[in-house]
């Protein structure tokens, strides 16, 4: 017998002859897979411990058919299935991933699941002659999917396994054949893998958290009529739960569905509307509906067109909340609510449960059945969503929708209307109002950002009529004076005239307002403003006497926490007259350090450097917080203005900026305003802040420093007298 002695090389593989014309290969995984070598009566491989390694290529050379050697050491390395690896596209648009090591999975890119029911199963390949390996896609190999189901009758608990086989047949490297099918690859492992995450993404148990209402929670999911679905059904108390049966008409569970035994058997239509059972609309009056009694007035069942518009304007998503399955639905809007699919029950038990959405509307059918009137529900699994009619005895879900309050005599003109200044007017249908100005430059409430309002007509008690010429919207607010002292708010209201042209425009003041948005953009809108608007702020780390907060200014300069003389963020701190490092009760024109210097003579004194800045003997920060801290200069000042946000808000009672640097962190500085010899000066209206430098001009009889000044609406340097009291924010020394 012709025999062929290699040496092989071991990080690739171990290759022996087990007969004539077939060569065995041992993967360094331990798996074996055998080739046929024509030719040869025999070939072997060895690696002993002292054998010299040959390259791939003169091993290969020795062999007497190189191209089948090649051949079979490429697969053995690469896998059995690599020259098939890749993703086909079957007729039904699903994919068929293959692997090169034989792991395949099946994805429906449509959503309309085969198998299983769910978008992603896996599959094994088992032909006769695998496990050794023989050849591959011949005419004896096969695809098995193996899957549960629960068929038509079954209980929920007895689902059955069941397994699908297809005649797989290789064509070549870019082609198979699945039970006749030619199928083309579609496209690279990478790019399937990118398309089978985005997909898979869309099927996600993920759900909108609802909100409250009476006895259960509401989804709004972006409906032309608004209509609000409830996030689970009744008689469960999460997602995921079946909740209790009913037949239609009934609002009370019971175990046995029989055609026998129900409520509405023997009543035609007439008879039925006759009862008081449904409305002239053939949908179930309140006292009949399991969604009322059960839930309360605040809710009901959908009638038959609420669900048609839940399947035109929704999508529906096949997928499961551990062991429940059942279809996400997702609004127009994104929210997103899931209806388990519990099936339903009649005669013989259960029906499709976990294979099919089946749910009760409120709407008595326009047909009839030999023995009975039928009702119409919505049905909905893996392939379809549609609404059918059904016989009334069947148990079934019931998912509610909200029931909201009537409308208040402001409904008509319930909308957003914005003013020439750009602020927005937000009239609620019961009378409710709020101002929100959208660039933070607020009117009323001492510039808040949002105000409420309240409209007073004539005729508004007895609602006779709205927006006449005699009715007005009043606001009312509080304000500072001018020389108030803080403790001395003043409360104000204006009126304006209010007056329809109609439904779209309004008049406030003989001003045409037009509606802007709806109020559901409006209440987005609103909290997106007002959540700039919140005083949220960086906690600062600890130097020296102080606290620092980084705000990622270029120059990397580090600012307070909060002011000299305080002890947290919201307090206004103590008082100083520029120059001076101790707080007093008065601040006069009579009464100042420097008030006789002019800026040569405080700069031969030491009081000001060759910058004009204050030294650190006339510097308050440095004096009372020690040498970690020192008063910024106007050009420190102006760094922060052409560097960060500034947002006007309030912590409890205390006004202010919210300053945000270029890095996100934040900073509050209270507007403690100024005290002159009138007393306070703009308390709570404005951020009034001493800088170290000395103006670079002079008033008739002294010279002005300069100061950082921020209100509501700019936020700017400037000169002032400096026997005026000003708070002071020190920036840090760093070493």
Same mark, same amino acid.
């Given at each position: 017998?012709?025999?062929?002695?290699?040496?092989?090389?071991?990080?690739?593989?171990?290759?022996?002859?087990?007969?004539?014309?077939?060569?065995?290969?041992?993967?360094?995984?331990?798996?074996?897979?055998?080739?046929?070598?024509?030719?040869?009566?025999?070939?072997?491989?060895?690696?002993?411990?002292?054998?010299?390694?040959?390259?791939?290529?003169?091993?290969?050379?020795?062999?007497?058919?190189?191209?089948?050697?090649?051949?079979?050491?490429?697969?053995?390395? *690469?896998?059995?299935?690599?020259?098939?690896?890749?993703?086909?596209?079957?007729?039904? @648009?699903?994919?068929?991933?293959?692997?090169?090591?034989?792991?395949?999975?099946?994805?429906?890119?449509?959503?309309?699941?085969?198998?299983?029911?769910?978008?992603?199963?896996?599959?094994?390949?088992?032909?006769?002659?695998?496990?050794?390996?023989? *050849?591959i896609f011949e005419d004896n190999d096969t695809m098995r999917v193996s899957y549960k189901y629960n068929a038509w009758y $079954?209980?929920?608990?007895?689902?059955?396994?069941?397994?699908?086989?297809?005649?797989?047949?290789?064509?070549?490297?870019?082609?198979?054949?699945?039970?006749?099918?030619?199928?083309?690859?579609?496209?690279?492992?990478?790019?399937?893998?990118?398309?089978?995450?985005?997909?898979?993404?869309?099927?996600?148990?993920?759900?909108?958290?609802?909100?409250?209402?009476? @006895?259960?929670?509401?989804?709004?999911?972006?409906?032309?009529?608004?209509?609000?679905?409830?996030?689970?059904?009744? !008689?469960?108390?999460?997602?995921?739960?079946?909740?209790?049966?009913?037949?239609?008409? /009934?609002? +009370?569970?019971?175990?046995?569905? *029989?055609?026998?035994?129900?409520?509405?058997?023997?009543?035609?239509?007439?008879?039925?509307?006759?009862?008081?059972?449904?409305?002239?609309?053939?949908?179930?009056? %309140?006292?009949?509906?399991?969604? $009322?009694?059960?839930?309360?007035?605040e809710w009901r069942m959908p009638n038959s067109k609420e669900y048609e518009e839940l399947i035109k304007n929704c999508k529906?998503?096949?997928?499961?909340?551990?062991?429940?399955?059942?279809?996400?639905?997702?609004?127009?809007?994104?929210?997103?609510?899931?209806?388990?699919?519990?099936?339903?029950?009649?005669?013989?038990?259960?029906?499709?449960?976990?294979?099919?959405?089946?749910?009760?509307?409120?709407?008595?059918? #326009?047909?009839?059945?030999?023995?009975?009137?039928?009702?119409?529900?919505?049905?909905?699994?893996?392939?379809?969503?549609?609404?059918?009619?059904? #016989?009334?005895?069947?148990?079934?879900?019931?998912?509610?929708?909200?029931?909201?309050?009537?409308?208040?005599?402001?409904?008509?003109?319930? !909308?957003?209307?914005r003013l020439s200044d750009k602020s927005l007017l937000c009239i609620y249908e019961d009378g409710k109002a709020e101002w929100?100005?959208?660039?933070?430059?607020?009117?009323?409430?001492?510039?808040?950002?949002?105000?409420?309002?309240?409209? +007073?007509?004539?005729?508004?008690? *007895?609602?006779?009529?709205?927006? #006449?010429?005699?009715?007005?919207?009043?606001?009312?607010?509080?304000?500072?004076?001018?020389?108030?002292?803080?403790?001395?708010?003043?409360?104000?209201?204006?009126?304006?005239?209010?007056?329809?042209?109609?439904?779209?425009?309004?008049?406030?003041?003989?001003?045409?307002?037009?509606?802007?948005?709806?109020?559901?953009?409006?209440?987005?809108?609103?909290?997106?403003?007002?959540?700039?608007? /919140?005083?949220?702020?960086?906690?600062?780390?600890?130097?020296?006497?102080?606290?620092?907060?980084?705000?990622?200014?270029?120059?990397?300069?580090?600012?307070?926490?909060?002011?000299?003389?305080?002890?947290?963020? @919201? /307090?206004?701190?103590?008082?100083?007259?520029?120059?001076?490092?101790?707080?007093?009760?008065?601040?006069?024109?009579?009464?100042?350090?420097?008030? $006789?210097?002019?800026?040569?003579?405080?700069?031969?004194?030491?009081?000001?450097?060759?910058?004009?800045?204050?030294?650190?003997?006339?510097?308050?920060?440095?004096?009372?917080?020690?040498?970690?801290?020192?008063?910024?200069?106007?050009?420190?000042?102006?760094?922060?203005?052409? @560097?960060?946000?500034?947002?006007?808000?309030?912590?409890?009672?205390?006004?202010?900026?919210?300053?945000?640097?270029?890095?996100?962190?934040?900073?509050?500085?209270?507007?403690?305003?100024?005290?002159?010899?009138?007393?306070?000066?703009?308390?709570?209206?404005?951020?009034?802040?001493?800088?170290?430098?000395?103006?670079?001009?002079?008033?008739?009889?002294?010279?002005?420093?300069?100061?950082?000044?921020?209100?509501?609406?700019?936020? %700017?340097?400037?000169?002032?007298?400096?026997?005026?009291? /000003?708070?002071?924010?020190?920036?840090?020394?760093?070493?």
């Amino acid at each position: 017998m012709k025999k062929i002695s290699l040496i092989g090389i071991a990080s690739a593989a171990v290759a022996g002859a087990m007969a004539s014309g077939q060569l065995f290969l041992v993967t360094k995984d331990g798996r074996s897979i055998a080739y046929q070598i024509d030719n040869v009566d025999s070939v072997t491989f060895s690696t002993p411990a002292n054998a010299e390694i040959q390259s791939l290529d003169d091993l290969i050379k020795k062999a007497s058919r190189a191209d089948s050697l090649q051949k079979a050491l490429s697969k053995c390395q *690469s896998g059995p299935f690599a020259e098939y690896a890749g993703v086909y596209r079957l007729p039904d @648009n699903s994919l068929l991933c293959i692997y090169e090591d034989g792991k395949a999975e099946w994805l429906n890119d449509l959503g309309k699941g085969t198998t299983d029911n769910i978008l992603r199963v896996n599959v094994t390949f088992m032909g006769a002659d695998y496990d050794p390996a023989a *050849s591959i896609f011949e005419d004896n190999d096969t695809m098995r999917v193996s899957y549960k189901y629960n068929a038509w009758y $079954t209980s929920p608990y007895d689902a059955k396994t069941y397994t699908s086989t297809y005649n797989m047949e290789a064509l070549d490297g870019e082609r198979i054949k699945i039970d006749g099918n030619i199928c083309s690859k579609a496209m690279s492992l990478d790019q399937y893998k990118t398309l089978r995450d985005s997909v898979l993404a869309m099927y996600e148990p993920v759900f909108t958290e609802g909100e409250k209402h009476g @006895n259960g929670y509401v989804v709004d999911l972006g409906l032309p009529s608004g209509l609000k679905w409830a996030t689970w059904n009744i !008689g469960a108390s999460k997602v995921d739960d079946y909740g209790s049966y009913y037949t239609w008409a /009934e609002v +009370k569970t019971k175990n046995e569905f *029989s055609v026998e035994d129900y409520f509405t058997k023997s009543l035609s239509m007439q008879q039925q509307k006759e009862a008081g059972i449904i409305d002239s609309l053939r949908n179930l009056t %309140s006292k009949y509906d399991a969604a $009322t009694v059960n839930w309360g007035e605040e809710w009901r069942m959908p009638n038959s067109k609420e669900y048609e518009e839940l399947i035109k304007n929704c999508k529906f998503y096949w997928t499961r909340l551990g062991t429940t399955y059942g279809m996400k639905v997702v609004g127009p809007n994104g929210n997103k609510i899931f209806l388990p699919a519990g099936g339903m029950i009649g005669d013989d038990g259960y029906y499709q449960f976990n294979q099919e959405c089946i749910y009760w509307t409120s709407t008595l059918s #326009n047909g009839s059945y030999s023995s009975h009137v039928p009702a119409e529900h919505f049905w909905s699994h893996y392939q379809t969503t549609s609404r059918n009619q059904s #016989n009334p005895y069947y148990g079934k879900s019931i998912r509610a929708v909200a029931v909201e309050p009537e409308p208040g005599p402001y409904a008509k003109y319930a !909308g957003v209307y914005r003013l020439s200044d750009k602020s927005l007017l937000c009239i609620y249908e019961d009378g409710k109002a709020e101002w929100l100005n959208d660039l933070g430059k607020g009117r009323a409430d001492n510039n808040m950002v949002k105000v409420d309002v309240t409209f +007073k007509g004539a005729d508004y008690d *007895s609602l006779a009529t709205i927006f #006449n010429a005699n009715d007005t919207l009043r606001v009312s607010y509080k304000w500072h004076g001018w020389y108030l002292s803080p403790s001395e708010d003043k409360e104000y209201t204006s009126t304006l005239t209010l007056e329809a042209l109609d439904n779209d425009r309004i008049k406030i003041g003989g001003e045409t307002c037009k509606k802007a948005m709806s109020l559901a953009q409006y209440e987005s809108f609103r909290d997106s403003v007002l959540t700039v608007y /919140e005083p949220v702020f960086t906690e600062g780390e600890k130097h020296g006497k102080g606290y620092m907060v980084d705000l990622g200014l270029p120059s990397g300069l580090k600012w307070a926490s909060w002011n000299i003389g305080a002890s947290k963020v @919201n /307090e206004y701190g103590s008082y100083y007259t520029w120059g001076e490092v101790k707080t007093k009760e008065t601040f006069s024109s009579d009464d100042y350090f420097t008030r $006789t210097l002019s800026g040569e003579e405080q700069k031969a004194a030491g009081i000001i450097d060759n910058q004009r800045n204050l030294t650190s003997q006339y510097d308050a920060a440095t004096v009372n917080w020690g040498e970690d801290w020192r008063m910024p200069s106007r050009k420190e000042y102006v760094e922060l203005i052409e @560097n960060c946000k500034f947002y006007w808000t309030r912590i409890d009672n205390i006004y202010g900026m919210k300053v945000v640097g270029p890095n996100g962190n934040k900073i509050f500085l209270p507007a403690g305003g100024s005290i002159g010899e009138n007393g306070y000066y703009m308390f709570n209206l404005e951020c009034i802040y001493w800088t170290s430098s000395l103006y670079n001009g002079s008033y008739s009889s002294h010279v002005p420093a300069e100061y950082f000044w921020s209100h509501y609406i700019t936020t %700017s340097w400037n000169q002032s007298n400096p026997y005026y009291g /000003e708070l002071i924010r020190a920036v840090a020394v760093e070493k």
